[in-house]
C-alpha cells in the first residue's frame, strides 16, 4: 500500500509565498508522474502543476508564471513552490502520484487572505 502526505498548507496574505511538500511512503515501484490539484470552494477540482518521471511539467493557465513544480525521486517527494498568491489560490491541495494506479492525497489547505 502507498500513502502519501502533503504538508505546507497555511493562511498566507496576497503576494506572499508557500512550499507545498508531498512524500510517498510504502510499497512504491516507478512513479511515473506527480502532480498537483486543488478543490476551491464550490468549484471543480482542477490540476494545478504536473511533472513526469522525465522532468516534463505543466500547470494550469492560472499559476504558469507563478508555481514551480520540482521533484525529488531519491526522496518520493513533489513540490509546489507558490509565489504571488492570489486570493483566488485559495483552495485544498492535493497532491497525486501515479504508479500502477493513482494515489492521492488527503489535502492541505491554502488560505489566501489579508
Known amino acids: 500500500q502507498v500513502q502519501l502526505v502533503e504538508s505546507g498548507g497555511g493562511l498566507v496574505q496576497p503576494g506572499g509565498s508557500l512550499r507545498l511538500s508531498c512524500a510517498a511512503s510504502g510499497s512504491i515501484f516507478s512513479i511515473n508522474f506527480m502532480g498537483w490539484y486543488r478543490r476551491a470552494p464550490g468549484k471543480e477540482r482542477e490540476l494545478v502543476a504536473g511533472?513526469?518521471?522525465?522532468?516534463?511539467?505543466n500547470y494550469g493557465d492560472s499559476v504558469k508564471g507563478r508555481f514551480t513544480i520540482s521533484r525529488d525521486n531519491a526522496k518520493n517527494t513533489v513540490y509546489l513552490q507558490m509565489n504571488s498568491l492570489k486570493p483566488e489560490d485559495t483552495a485544498v491541495y492535493y497532491c497525486?502520484?501515479?504508479?500502477?494506479?493513482?494515489?492521492w492525497g488527503k489535502g492541505t489547505l491554502v488560505t489566501v487572505s489579508s
Open positions: 511533472i513526469f518521471s522525465g522532468g516534463r511539467t
Open positions: 497525486m502520484m501515479s504508479m500502477s494506479r493513482n494515489y
